[in-house]
């Protein structure tokens, strides 16, 4: 895209007076790389996209000491300050990586974090960065999410937390936590809308080619790979097959001929995989799609319940309000 046809697609007025806005990216060996780059690259492109936003944000990299680390991935980040040295900051983010879980380099992001906390406007995990920002207390008692595969344990492990486990990233007061590395790009977007408006964050959407607003939650990902991973050999293209033939008739029989196996045996094969029976987990799919077509589509609710395989309108409710605790015509004016 070039630059006349982002400044077509952008077109607002912001202030470029103002001082820019500070963001922090606190890296440590053993950092996941993607969850610093990712967010800090959405933020370059809401500078690139507009001319208005130039001035809009400075990222700085802060490490837990002077030298370049060495990221999971083997990519080397080199800090611009330490958390000893790092300026006035108006947003922080925490990425995720097993070398947070070490005990010295967790002990001194989180006691930076708690210093530093009331003069910061926003503080934001990324993935298993919420094993920085949990141990602080400052989001004890609110709502949180991390990567589907950590959810569990950090509920456990910091019992005052709210976890939910499906959400791609969530705000709570100043507080943002995220799901895996990719939905720090889904929170920077968000950040991004708060502080330059819903044109810069579409503009940045279309640059990095994206959703704006990712449709669905975590569970879409965690239970079809949960079940991919475990069935590699048998069962690994099933889901995927599922997910596409939602309309049709998903029996056990037909499911099980899919993939050449008596139905019995395949039924407990696939709960035992899965935890879910056949019938559960296709429900479970269709129940997901039909919450992303009532959010995205103007079509009649009936027709989006035909579309996805429920073949009674009221079955269809009856499953939506169990699954998501509201009928589909109340979501769908709640969240379209």
Same mark, same amino acid.
């Given at each position: 895209?070039?630059?006349?046809?982002?400044?077509? %697609?952008?077109a607002?007025?912001m202030?470029?007076t103002?001082?820019?806005i500070?963001?922090?990216?606190? &890296?440590?060996?053993g950092?996941?790389?993607? /969850? !610093?780059v990712?967010?800090?690259?959405?933020?370059?492109?809401?500078?690139?996209?507009?001319q208005?936003?130039?001035?809009?944000y400075?990222?700085i990299? &802060?490490?837990?000491?002077?030298?370049?680390?060495?990221?999971?991935s083997g990519l080397?980040?080199?800090?611009d300050?330490? #958390?000893?040295?790092?300026?006035?900051?108006?947003?922080?983010i925490?990425?995720g990586?097993?070398?947070l879980r070490?005990?010295a380099v967790?002990?001194? @992001?989180?006691?930076?974090?708690?210093?530093?906390?009331?003069?910061?406007?926003?503080?934001?995990?990324?993935?298993?960065g919420i *094993?920085?920002l949990a141990?602080t207390? %400052?989001?004890d008692?609110?709502?949180v999410?991390?990567?589907w595969?950590? +959810?569990?344990a950090v509920?456990?492990?910091f019992? =005052?937390?709210?976890m939910?486990s499906?959400?791609? *990233?969530l705000?709570?007061?100043?507080?943002?936590?995220?799901a895996?590395?990719?939905?720090? &790009?889904?929170?920077? #977007?968000?950040?991004?809308? /708060?502080?330059?408006?819903?044109?810069?964050s579409?503009? @940045?959407a279309?640059? %990095?080619?994206? *959703? #704006?607003?990712?449709?669905?939650?975590?569970e879409?990902?965690?239970?079809?790979? $949960?079940?991919?991973?475990?069935?590699? /050999?048998r069962f690994?293209?099933? @889901?995927?097959?599922i997910?596409?033939?939602?309309?049709r008739? #998903?029996?056990?029989?037909?499911l +099980? =001929?899919?993939?050449?196996?008596g139905?019995?045996?395949?039924?407990r094969?696939?709960?035992?995989?899965?935890?879910?029976?056949p019938?559960?987990f !296709?429900e479970?799919r $269709?129940?997901?799609?039909?919450?992303?077509?009532?959010?995205g589509s103007?079509?009649r609710?009936?027709?989006?319940?035909?579309?996805?395989g429920?073949?009674?309108?009221?079955?269809f409710?009856?499953?939506?309000?169990?699954r998501?605790? !509201?009928a589909p015509? %109340?979501?769908?004016?709640?969240?379209?």
């Open positions: 895209m070039d630059d006349a046809t982002r400044f077509e %697609l952008v607002v007025a202030p470029t103002r001082p820019p500070r963001i922090g990216f606190l &890296i440590f060996p950092v996941t790389a993607l /969850d !610093v990712g967010p800090m690259d959405a933020f370059a492109a809401a500078i690139n996209t507009t208005s936003a130039r001035s809009y400075e990222s990299v &802060i490490g837990t000491h002077r030298s370049s680390v060495r990221s999971e080397r980040l080199s800090p300050c330490t #958390l000893a040295s790092a300026p006035d900051l108006d947003t922080v925490v990425p990586g097993a070398g070490e005990a967790n002990s001194a @992001v989180t006691a930076w974090l708690q210093t530093r906390a009331r003069r910061i406007r926003r503080i934001a995990s990324v993935c298993t *094993y920085g141990p207390g %400052l989001i008692g609110r709502r999410t991390t990567h595969a950590f +959810a569990d509920a456990r492990q019992p =005052k937390l709210k939910d499906d959400a791609i *990233y705000r709570d007061g100043k507080f943002y936590t995220t895996g590395m990719t939905a720090g &790009i889904d929170m920077s #977007l968000a950040m991004i809308q /708060d502080d330059c408006g819903a044109t810069v579409l503009a @940045v279309r640059e %990095l080619v994206v *959703y #704006l607003k990712r449709p669905g939650g975590q879409q990902y965690s239970q079809p790979l $949960r079940f991919q991973s475990a069935n590699a /050999d690994g293209d099933l @889901v995927a097959w997910d596409a033939n939602l309309h008739q #998903l029996s056990v029989d037909v +099980a =001929k899919r993939i050449h196996v139905s019995r045996h395949f039924s094969q696939f709960k035992d995989a899965t935890g879910l029976s019938a559960s !296709v479970s $269709r129940l997901d799609e039909a919450r992303t077509r009532l959010e103007q079509a609710v009936h027709a989006i319940a035909n579309s996805v429920f073949r009674s309108s009221d079955a409710r009856r499953a939506f309000e169990r998501f605790g !509201v015509r %109340l979501y769908r004016e709640r969240f379209r």
